[in-house]
């Protein structure tokens, strides 16, 4: 007998999860099916840093900082760049989100026991004109609580809507094929994959046990994206970037292998963008992997130098935390998939945080006590002092020529030449005497500086990078780091999905990074950060919504 619901959501990450809760606070109910288990509850949220895009909130007031709707707007269409047929839903998506980010998005979430961190992050800084690329403001809200503390509101929801019978998850379910009916989609059927207690984020087995079937009035793509599937990367790897790196690590676990977007596009979903994609130029490889190819992202500062294999200085404004994607067309450029940090022991202790909620036990287990450490320890915070004494791709050196000939013998190779990077180093050194300067990374220091949140925790004194009180020497090499899908399935403003003949296909939904975060792109090109959870939180809160009513 095929077991049946109001609705079916593929995928219990946080898109999924919460338009399943939606759904059943409506009163319908809904069967969430997932190829992991239990303990993988939340997907790839629950990693995260909790980052949330928030506009003109009240700890951005509380700081000094003026934000507006036009501001926000004006800064996501800078980034977007959107210039094709297949981005006006996208672009529709973009409005809705921002509106929903200065207006009832912190509110919704509060009502829920949410709580953010009071020092607002400044992401993605730009550094061109007005209308460019980047945050004119800061307006990155961590998450107190980071990943995990976003998850919990949905997956407490999800657990009482269990007690009614109104949600019912269906753990170690993979579904391999959505079933059609006069043109309906109206469920999924797929295998029963065998228990596997892996640690989450951990590989789990595909050893099949059974199948299945499920019907419904609706189905909801909560897949996620392709981060995992480093073949599936290179494939639709843009050529304005260059050629796809040769080596890469993965910031996703496996399991996020796009798979379930090419069972949905061979339906008749329409995929549009897959070309758009947000990967991370600052990542090395975790000296303590859960998953294979385990890489961790530095959220750097704007102080360390920043050169390219060959020893040459990223030029303006490609400085750290300035425009991800302009450093990794850079960098793509150089013919080389790596880059260098060089630092100094007063640069990592307050500039460098790791992204990831296991990063960062002091948000993460909400303990100011631990948290207030940041500002007062000698030391970086523990995690990053971890990465410097285990991290094959930290080095530390007292002085330049010891750390540029292990820079080479970590590279395999001798690009990087003593007298030019030292030239370069000290001519930014030289800039540091004055409060006026023509160096634009020493002026983006100095700019940061003004505003309390990064002077207080996110931005080191201006210091001679040569200044032997303020060493030892650090250089990192920089690797890039597979993250997300900004395409997806185009969709309208409910979240439903088009066909590739321009019409709505009836009972079909997608969310979340399947959806690349809304109407199949909502972000364009680029990111401004904190918009991905967020992305989720919008997208699976209207299917779950529209979807509730359409089943009537």
Known sequence: MVEESDVIVVGAGLSGLVAATEIADAGKRVIVVDQEGEQSLGGQAFWSFGGLFLVDSPEQRRLGIKDSYELAMQDWLGTAGFDRDEDFWPRQWAEA??????????????????????????????????????????????????????????????????????????????????????????????????????????????????????KAQAVIVASGGIGGNHELVRQNWPKRLGDPPKFMISGVPEHVDGRMIGITEKAGARLINRDRMWHYVEGIQNWNPIWPRHGIRILPGPSSMWFDATGTRLPAPLFPGSDTLGQLKYIMSTGYDYSWFILTQSIIKKEFALSGSEQNPDLTGKSWRMTLRRATNKGAPAPVESFKSHGVDFIVRDKLDELVAAMNKLAGSDLLKLEHIKMQIEARDREIANPYVKDAQVMNIHNARRYLGDKLIRTASPHRI?????GPLIAVKLNILTRKTLGGFETDLDSRVFGEEGRVIPGLYAVGEAA?????????????????????LFSGRNAGRAAAKAVG
């Open 97 to 214: 989100y921002v509106a929903f980010a200065a207006g009832e998005k912190r509110g919704w979430l509060r009502a829920m026991g949410h709580r953010i961190f009071p020092v607002v992050g400044w992401a993605e800084r730009g550094g061109y004109d007005a209308m460019g690329h980047g945050n004119s403001v800061p307006r990155f809200h961590v998450t107190w609580g980071t990943g995990p503390g976003i998850v919990e509101p949905f997956e407490r929801r999800a657990r009482e809507a269990m007690k009614t019978g109104r949600l019912i998850f269906k753990f170690r379910h993979r579904v391999d094929a959505l079933s059609i009916t006069n043109g309906t989609v109206d469920g999924v059927n797929g295998v029963v994959l065998a228990p596997d207690n892996a640690e989450r984020g951990k590989s789990s087995s595909r050893n099949v046990v059974g199948d299945f079937a499920l």
């Open 466 to 470: 040569l200044d032997p009180a303020h």
């Open 516 to 536: 690349g975060f809304g109407g199949g792109g909502v972000h364009g090109y680029r990111s401004l950060e904190g918009t991905f959870l967020g992305g989720c």
